[in-house]
């Protein structure tokens, strides 16, 4: 978290250095271990490349899904999918419990997450209160860059959540990151101070940095809660009552079962300074494009057969959670590999050994984008920032659903939109870089202004 | 890769200046060497491409340099016309700087200039020559603007010694 952003020649030799690092085997395998980097196969071609991200992306998939302890820690005692419960990235932070109104400090790790008032009279739950990937109240409901909400076939706004684990969370309390004094007093303390999340190790046998951003859909009368990995949620939605802030919601909790349409994994290795993009989906969720229209059988998630709606366009506004919207029409504009489909019959028929009903087999690897051209230190080169993204674009479809497709700077890619990610102190790039998370622009003041700076 | 791609590569590098890994590096998501190769193949008459390539080739073959294999292309004898081949090496030029094909020459197949993509412009080389970015598209961080850019051999592997205006 001390070492300044830095410079690095030109692209070839490092991501070749990375590949002479001895990596453990990479056969399929349930296991709640979170693989500390890829293994990678010789020779490697972009293509062999991203067939052992996309490994990664499963191992990961499994291991944060393993079912977990009541500490988090996960059960070794069971296999993923015996029974759906609880799992490992869920006892995570969620962002809400690290930036704290008026910047206080973040509980400690292991303290239970506090309720907003309306849901504490409720029985006890997971707290969804997003609905897009932007945090504060005005954009509570919509996703990236005021795209709109996603919208069920129940007529129902999904909603999301980011957690992050125990290593970021550390990296963000014990450097003060979750204020804006704190940032402030961070980067002024040491010159050469500049955020730099953990990278997974392999050597040390430790897992770096890792965040999760997950959307749930809310279960109705015709969905199977057999079909999914189901919550019971708190559904909370912030009141608004400023007409200018956007259409007048009654704050309200529900608690409603919720199941998982949506998953990102994003790890940092010493492999990927710009981390791992991994992105799963309910094999449910939406057809592709490419798909002929009569062959859409469905049902699907967020795709009606008999709709005539327009395809991939966000409800008209207001956006109101609070009030049933027309269901979305929504496709995949960026259709899978064959290699990623093969990947994903592998281990969905690997869960199938455990449980031939297992809720997680019918989850998707999507794709996996990571840094072709990468530093071999875990810093990020000013030369290449970005690291050469491959795949140049990935959109999952419940979490970038109206900016998928393959136009530059207007399409989803992960590394291209969060390298845009900055403190609170952007006084220079040193001080504004974020390290690829936009949480950090969630830190409020400790006076009580919550507005960036 | 066909020994065409390979031959238009090590000729790029020549005519260019930058090095063969930088132009298609062994790990390449954008991947636009076979498509800049398809793009002058479709727009270029087979018997001038060839040529070049086989005088590429020869020279390769032979260990001549790289300046000096340039030179040879690029050389018009005398008073003469500029011949055909020499055009194309500097449509091919072009190409790889700028993103835009200028057809060398008028004939059936000229259908005026264009970028050929929104890849090719974005990372043609001349940006990075100028160690800036492309006009709307820039991967740097927030504030990039208040920083000394990158030295010019990060950015294409060729060092700023000798390099009038550039940073090292």
Redo the contacts between chains.
């Keep these: 978290m001390r070492t300044e ?1 830095s ?6 030799c490092a ?1 070749i250095s990375v590949l002479l690092s001895p990596h453990v085997s990479a056969t399929p395998s349930l296991s709640p271990q979170i693989p500390f980097d890829a293994s990678f196969t010789e020779p ?3 293509s062999s ?1 991203q067939a052992n991200f996309d490994e990664l992306s499963w191992q990961t998939f499994i291991a944060l899904n393993w079912p977990a302890l009541d500490d988090g820690k996960p059960n070794t005692g069971v296999t993923i999918g015996k029974q759906d419960g609880a799992t490992v990235w869920e006892s995570w932070k969620e962002s809400y419990q690290i930036f704290r109104a008026k910047g206080q400090t973040p509980l400690p790790w292991d303290a239970p997450a506090t309720l907003p008032e309306a849901c504490k009279a409720l029985k006890p739950g997971r707290l969804l209160q997003q609905m897009g990937k932007v945090p504060d109240v005005l954009d509570e409901f919509i996703q990236p860059f005021e795209s709109g909400p996603l919208v069920d076939q129940n007529g129902v706004y999904t909603r999301n959540e980011i957690v992050i684990n125990q290593s970021m969370f550390d990296g963000i309390v014990s450097n003060g990151l979750y204020s804006i004094e704190g940032q402030q007093k961070f980067f002024a303390s040491n010159p050469n101070n500049t955020v730099a999340f953990s990278c997974s190790s392999a050597d040390k046998k430790e897992v770096g940095a890792v965040m999760v951003k997950a959307s749930w859909k809310v279960l109705g009368p015709n969905d199977s809660r057999q079909d999914f990995h189901t919550v019971d949620a708190l559904v909370y939605t912030p009141g608004n009552s400023d007409p200018g802030k956007g259409p007048i919601v009654e704050e309200s909790c529900v608690s409603e079962p919720v199941g998982l349409v949506g998953l990102h994994m994003v790890h940092k290795t010493a492999s990927a300074a710009q981390w791992v993009w991994s992105t799963f989906e309910h094999v449910k969720n939406v057809p592709e494009k490419t798909t002929p229209v009569t062959q859409r059988a469905g049902p699907y998630l967020f795709y009606n057969a008999d709709s005539q709606s327009a395809i991939n366009q966000p409800p008209p506004r207001p956006w109101n959670p609070a009030v049933k919207a027309t269901p979305s029409q929504i496709v995949r504009e960026v259709p899978l590999t064959e290699a990623t489909k093969t990947l994903n019959a592998t281990y969905q028929a690997l869960l199938r050994t455990a449980n031939p009903q297992s809720v997680w087999a019918n989850y998707q690897l999507i794709s996996t984008q990571w840094p ?2 990468p530093p071999n230190d875990c810093q990020v ?6 690291g ?5 674009f990935l959109a999952n479809a419940t979490l970038e659903t109206y900016i998928q497709g393959t ?3 207007a399409s989803s890619s992960c590394m ?1 939109c969060h ?2 990610a ?1 403190t609170h102190v ?4 040193r ?3 974020a390290d690829f998370t936009y949480l950090l622009e969630r830190a409020q003041s400790t006076s009580g202004q919550g507005a960036k700076q | 890769m066909s020994t065409d791609l390979v031959n238009f590569i090590g000729l790029s590098s020549a005519l260019i200046g930058i090095s063969t890994e930088h132009l298609a590096p062994t790990i390449d998501p954008v991947g636009l060497p076979p498509i800049f190769l398809d793009y002058v193949c479709a727009r270029v008459p087979p018997e001038a491409l060839n040529a070049l390539l086989s005088q590429y080739a020869t020279l390769a073959a032979d260990h001549v340099p790289p300046d000096e294999i340039a030179r040879q292309v690029l050389a018009v004898p005398g008073q003469q016309k500029v011949p055909d081949a020499v055009l194309v090496a500097r449509s091919i030029m072009k190409l790889w700087l700028l993103g835009v094909w200028y057809p060398p020459f008028a004939g059936p197949k000229f259908d005026g200039s264009a970028v050929v993509s929104d890849q090719a412009y974005i990372y043609s080389w001349a940006w990075k020559i100028a160690q800036a970015h492309p006009m709307g598209y820039s991967e740097s961080f927030f504030g990039y603007w208040n920083s000394t850019p990158p030295s010019l051999e990060a950015l294409t592997g060729v060092s700023a010694n000798g390099q009038q205006g550039a940073l090292s």
């Design positions: 952003v410079r690095r020649g030109p692209l070839g991501l490697a071609t972009l490349l072709s051209d080169s000013a030369a290449n920032p970005l050469s993204p491959a795949p140049s136009v530059p700077q291209a390298g845009n900055a952007t006084e220079s790039p001080t504004s870089f």
